[in-house]
């Protein structure tokens, strides 16, 4: 049996994971931008342009969700510290995404190097 450490190891060792500076990159570039966690964590502060699809759904809303149409895109995905977007971005590549990319530290990380949040949708750059 695994433990949910290994299983975000596991799925770290088949994804690309990315730094906030790569990701701030990204962002510039106008990549889709997914943050996985749960909705009230998402209202608490989340990355400039992101789109919420909590990891407990993900799956189920790539048929449909606009942020989710384009399986050749770049998508960043990120999470509190990596680890369920890690996951998620697993399961993306599993369903045909090409370049699902997981931010490492998760948002925690991107708010220790003082990059712009958004809360209660007001931009805190």
Not at 22 to 42: C, K, N, T, W, Y
């Amino acid at each position: 049996m695994m433990t949910p450490h290994q299983l975000v190891a596991e799925a770290k060792a088949q994804i690309q994971e990315v730094t906030v500076t790569d990701a701030l990159q990204l962002l510039m570039e106008g990549v889709v931008v997914i943050d996985v966690r749960e909705p009230s964590e998402f209202e608490a502060g989340n990355l400039p342009g992101s789109v919420n699809i909590p990891r407990g759904i993900l799956e189920f809303k790539t048929p449909d969700h606009p942020a989710l149409a384009n399986r050749q895109a770049k998508i960043l995905l990120y999470c509190r510290t990596g680890g369920r977007s890690a996951m998620a971005a697993h399961s993306l590549k599993r369903l045909g995404y090409f370049q699902p990319v997981s931010m490492g530290g998760g948002y925690e990380a991107w708010v220790a190097h003082h990059q712009p949040v958004v809360k209660d949708n007001m931009d805190f750059s």
